[in-house]
């Protein structure tokens, strides 16, 4: 067990629940939509507790299954120009190929996306079955995104379930706040979605060649321009934390349901 405490996994651990507490906000807003749907207080609480239970567990159990993938390399499925491909490489190769299309398209659906304060609202209350339904759905879209970024951040499976259960525990309690934050400084957004393009060329990398990218320390170079960034951007906060200052704010997400003629934004 001491490998899980090298300061190589304690900065992956730091790393990971960071970008999953700033990249888990839209998947906190569509929840935080779809609950809104609901009549009563109590199945907003037991709805949001179930998507609570849920999404730790789905969580943990595809990062198990990433850990029993990862622990196939070296058992080639087919070789290919004289090399050979296991099913770890090729979910590598398949993860940052869908990182990069994912953060890219996020970026622009963020900056030149549709503006959804010009469309129309008209609320309609749904079951408390129809909003589980929709959660999981949701939930499950962005767990993928989630794991796929647990797997190019950190090397062990506990340390990623560790991350991701904490960044789940942190947005569940401090939602609101944290959504406040993230829309008052759109650059940590922006941040994290390009960190999620060089994650992605870190998979791709290791992918093709996994021990050209250890050589290489890509990781180790990936968490530098993290840290360097993202303390440019604290010093960028606290120097102009107290002058005015035009924000320009990001599109959020918006949830349309066509049978009931439901489209809604966070606000």
């Known amino acids: 067990m001491e490998y899980l405490f090298t300061s190589e996994s304690i900065i992956s651990f730091f790393v990971l629940v960071i970008l999953e507490v700033v990249l888990g906000i839209d998947n906190v807003i569509f929840v935080s939509i779809i609950m809104n749907r609901l009549k009563t207080v109590v199945e907003q609480k037991r709805a949001r507790t179930i998507w609570m239970i849920t999404g730790i ?4 159990l595809l990062l198990m299954a990433l850990g029993w993938l990862l622990s196939q390399k070296g ?5 290919l120009a004289g090399k050979g491909f296991d099913l770890a490489s090729l979910v590598m190769l398949a993860g940052g190929l869908f990182l990069i299309y994912k953060s890219v398209k ?6 030149e996306g549709e503006d959804p304060v010009s469309s129309t609202a008209n609320k309609t209350g749904i079951s408390l079955a129809q909003a589980i339904g ?3 759905l949701i939930d499950a879209v962005f767990s993928f995104d989630s794991i796929i970024t647990a797997g190019g951040t950190a090397k062990h499976v506990e340390i990623m379930i560790a991350a991701v259960v904490i960044a789940m525990l942190v947005m569940f309690v401090f939602s609101p706040k944290i959504s406040s934050f993230i829309h008052k400084h759109p650059t940590l957004k922006m941040l994290a979605l390009s960190f999620l393009v060089m994650i992605g060329i870190s998979l791709i990398v290791e992918g093709w060649d996994g021990e050209a990218a250890a050589q290489l320390h890509l990781k180790n170079y990936i968490y530098f321009g993290m840290a360097f960034s993202f ?7 606290s120097m102009k934390g107290r002058a005015k200052r035009r924000v320009v704010f990001l599109n959020e997400p918006v949830l349309e349901d066509k049978k009931d003629g439901y489209n809604d934004s966070a606000s």
């Open 57 to 60: 567990l789905s969580r943990s």
């Open 75 to 79: 058992k080639f499925l087919f070789t």
């Open 106 to 111: 996020e970026i622009h659906g963020k900056l």
């Open 134 to 136: 929709q959660i999981i």
């Open 231 to 237: 303390g440019v951007e604290m010093l960028n906060m």
